[in-house]
């Protein structure tokens, strides 16, 4: 016992000597580095919805499927196209008379598709299609494509971490000191915001011959925080 009592004290001892000599190790800076890249928006996501309302539920699907079936023929011959329903919904539509028992007067069937590409030239011609065949146009936008961003991202947390490399440098010289140590690291990344545009401009550009949309540009930036630790140095005064 009194052998395990002399462990537990000596353990103690050493525990407490180096938190003593880690916290005089030396002078500790704050820092901040980021960088930051435009880039040009390559994907499109097109969004739409088929609708109808009647009193046979049979008869509302088979309309739904048809419209459906038309734009995914008109689209899945153009390559690199990616069609996907997001929702399929059929739901009662009631009345109800003044001081009648309600009642089921047919059915609503709503069905909501996207479409994602980056042939970005062929927009005008897809929307077109979209409203040729019956469905409405809900949402359009522009943005960076998954595989863009990763690789951009990859590439600007390299430059912000050499960034804040040269900046610790820099510090350690000016306080005279010959190296230094990183403590601490944080990365943070800004994603670009997609351009939207509504549906009465989505109209707009089906009906014009050359179309003013724009893809915009998208900016993904990189900050870097941390800190460093510079060894004690000591400074005549003068």
């Given at each position: 016992m009194r052998y395990l009592w002399m462990l537990m004290v000596a353990f103690l001892g050493m525990a407490q000597v180096a938190l003593a000599d880690e916290a005089a190790a030396g002078t500790r800076v704050t820092l901040n580095a980021a960088v930051e890249v435009q880039l040009a928006n390559d994907e499109v996501?097109?969004?739409?919805?088929?609708?109808?309302?009647?009193?046979?539920?049979?008869?509302?699907?088979?309309?739904?499927?048809?419209?459906?079936?038309?734009?995914?023929?008109?689209?899945?011959?153009?390559?690199?196209?990616?069609?996907?329903?997001?929702?399929?919904t059929m739901q009662p539509v009631w009345e109800q008379a003044q001081n009648r028992k309600r009642v089921r007067t047919g059915w609503r069937?709503?069905?909501?598709?996207q479409v994602i590409s980056r042939k970005l030239d062929a927009?005008?011609?897809?929307?077109?299609?979209?409203?040729?065949?019956?469905?409405?146009?809900s949402?359009?936008?522009?943005?960076?494509?998954?595989?863009?961003?990763?690789?951009?991202?990859?590439?600007?947390?390299?430059?912000?971490?050499?960034?804040?490399?040269?900046?610790?440098?820099?510090?350690?010289k000016g306080l005279g000191a010959k190296q230094f140590r990183i403590i601490r690291l944080n990365a943070a990344t800004q994603v670009p915001q997609p351009v939207?545009?509504?549906?009465?401009?989505?109209?707009?550009?089906a009906a014009d011959a050359a179309p003013s949309l724009s893809a915009g540009e998208g900016m993904i930036r990189v900050n870097i925080d941390g800190e460093i630790e510079v060894p004690f140095i000591d400074f005549p005064v003068k």
């Open positions: 996501v097109v969004t739409f919805r088929i609708e109808k309302e009647g009193r046979d539920a049979d008869a509302v699907r088979k309309y739904v499927n048809r419209v459906s079936g038309a734009v995914q023929q008109r689209l899945e011959k153009q390559p690199g196209v990616r069609l996907k329903t997001l929702s399929r069937m709503t069905q909501i598709e927009v005008p011609g897809w929307l077109d299609a979209i409203e040729d065949a019956g469905a409405h146009l949402g359009l936008q522009f943005r960076l494509s998954a595989e863009a961003s990763a690789r951009a991202r990859d590439r600007l947390r390299k430059h912000a971490v050499a960034l804040f490399r040269r900046k610790a440098a820099v510090i350690a939207v545009y509504r549906a009465g401009a989505m109209r707009a550009a």
